[in-house]
C-alpha cells in the first residue's frame, strides 16, 4: 500500500480524567485481532503496535484510556485497573508474588498481556498455586481458565466465551500462546500453564495442605480409574466426590442437586471436563452459588490421567505438536485444529511483522507525553 505514513497513522487519544501515576511503563503492541476476523486484508495501518514509553518520573498514561485508531484496548493492561467481578483479589496477589526482575528493561513483565483480545497474567506454576493457596484461604469462588489456540481463536467470535475468560483467572496451555507472547510481546515467560499438569502439581502438592478435590465430567467408566489412579501415584490425596453428568442439559432440578452434591462435600478444587467451551460456560453459570475456591476446566485431562486416551509424548509436547498427536488420534479434532490453527498462524504472524516493521520506521528515542 504505496503512500501510507505509518508512523502518522498511529493516533494515541489520551485521557486526562485519571490521576497520573509515576514509574517506568510501556504499553506493547495493541491487540489487532479485537476487530473481528473477517478472513479479509486488514489495512496495515490498524496494525501499527503503539510503543508509548515513560521515563522514571513522568506521568504514565492508564491504559484504559489509550486509544489506538478503532481499537478499544492497548496490549497490555496494567496491573492497577479494577480487577474484575469475582476475582477480587487476583490483582493484589499477582502483585505480591509476581514482581518484576529489577534487572530487567522495563516493561518486559506487565502483570497482564494480551494475545488477540485476551488478557493473560504472566504465571508459572509456582505462582498458579500460591494464587491458588490464598483463594482457598479466603473460601472465595474463581474461575480459572486453561486457554489453548483453539479457545484463543474461539473467542474472536465467540464473545460470551471471550467475555468469560477475560473475566477470569487465564493460563496459557498452548505452547504457541507463549510463543506468541515472547515475539510480539517480548514477555519473559519461563513455562506454560499446562491444563493436566497443573491439575496433578494440584493433587500432588495439595496432600501436604489439605486440599480437596471433586472431580465433573468424563464416563463413569473414565472417572472410577482417574480416582484410583490418582490415590494410587498420591497415597493421601483428598478426593472428596465425583460425577458424571449426562450428555443433555440437565433440568433445573437435577442441576440444583448437582450444586447441592458439590457443595455438600465442600472441596477446595472443582475439576471439570466437559470440553470447550462447555465447561467454561457451565463454571461461569455456576460460579456463584458453588462453595468453591478453585474451579478449572481441564479438557481431556481426566481421559489423559485416567489412561483412557494416551497423551502425546514429551518431546512432542516440548515442541508444541501435542496438537498434532491429538488430532491423528481423534480424528474429530481435524477439523478443529484445520479451522483455528491456520487463522492463529496468520494473526500471529501480522501482528509480529507489524511490530517489526514498527520498529524499523519508529526511532527509538520517539516518545509519546501526556
Not at 133 to 141: F, L, N, T
Not at 194 to 210: H, I, K
Not at 249 to 258: F, G, P, R, Y
Request: charge should be positive; proline fraction near 8%.
Amino acid at each position: 500500500m504505496p503512500g501510507i505514513d505509518l508512523r502518522s497513522s498511529l493516533k494515541v487519544s489520551l485521557s486526562t480524567s485519571d490521576a497520573p501515576r509515576t514509574g517506568a511503563r510501556r504499553i506493547y503492541p495493541p491487540d489487532a485481532a479485537a476487530t473481528q476476523f473477517s478472513g479479509t486484508v486488514l489495512h496495515l495501518n490498524m496494525l501499527v503496535p503503539a510503543v508509548v514509553e515513560h521515563s522514571e518520573g513522568t506521568p504514565a498514561v492508564p491504559a484504559k484510556n489509550l486509544q489506538i485508531n478503532s481499537l478499544a484496548h492497548a496490549g497490555v493492561v496494567m496491573p492497577n485497573d479494577k480487577p474484575l467481578p469475582g476475582n477480587r483479589q487476583i490483582k493484589n496477589t499477582l502483585e505480591a508474588i509476581h514482581k518484576p526482575d529489577p534487572t530487567a528493561p522495563a516493561g518486559q513483565y506487565p502483570a497482564e498481556l494480551d494475545i488477540l483480545g485476551l488478557k493473560f497474567p504472566l504465571l508459572d506454576y509456582a505462582s498458579t498455586l500460591e494464587l491458588f493457596k490464598q483463594w482457598i484461604a479466603a473460601r472465595e469462588p474463581h474461575q480459572v481458565c486453561i486457554a489453548n489456540v483453539h479457545t484463543v481463536i474461539t473467542s474472536l467470535t465467540d464473545s460470551q466465551l471471550k467475555s468469560i475468560n477475560n473475566h477470569s483467572l487465564i493460563t496459557m496451555d498452548g505452547l504457541p500462546l507463549v510463543w506468541y507472547a515472547r515475539a510480539v510481546h517480548q514477555a519473559k515467560i519461563k513455562e506454560r500453564v499446562c491444563g493436566p499438569e497443573l491439575m496433578l502439581r494440584c493433587l500432588d502438592q495439595g496432600r501436604a495442605r489439605g486440599w480437596k478435590h471433586f472431580f465433573l465430567g468424563g464416563k463413569e467408566s473414565v472417572l472410577a480409574d482417574l480416582v484410583n489412579t490418582m490415590q494410587s501415584h498420591y497415597p493421601g490425596v483428598e478426593i472428596v466426590g465425583w460425577h458424571s453428568p449426562p450428555f443433555r442439559a440437565l433440568s433445573a432440578e437435577e442441576d440444583a442437586q448437582l450444586v447441592a452434591l458439590i457443595n455438600q462435600h465442600q472441596p477446595d478444587f472443582l475439576w471439570v471436563a466437559l470440553g470447550a467451551p462447555k465447561q467454561e460456560k457451565w463454571i461461569a453459570d455456576h460460579l456463584a452459588v458453588l462453595d468453591v475456591p478453585v474451579q478449572a476446566g481441564v479438557g481431556a485431562a481426566f481421559d489423559f490421567h485416567s489412561g483412557h486416551v494416551p497423551r502425546a509424548p514429551v518431546w512432542m509436547q516440548n515442541a508444541g505438536l501435542e496438537w498434532l498427536y491429538r488430532m491423528l488420534q481423534d480424528r474429530r479434532l481435524i477439523r478443529r485444529y484445520l479451522m483455528t490453527n491456520p487463522i492463529f498462524l496468520t494473526l500471529f504472524l501480522r501482528d509480529f511483522i507489524a511490530k517489526s516493521l514498527y520498529k524499523i520506521i519508529t526511532p527509538t528515542e520517539t516518545k509519546f507525553k501526556a
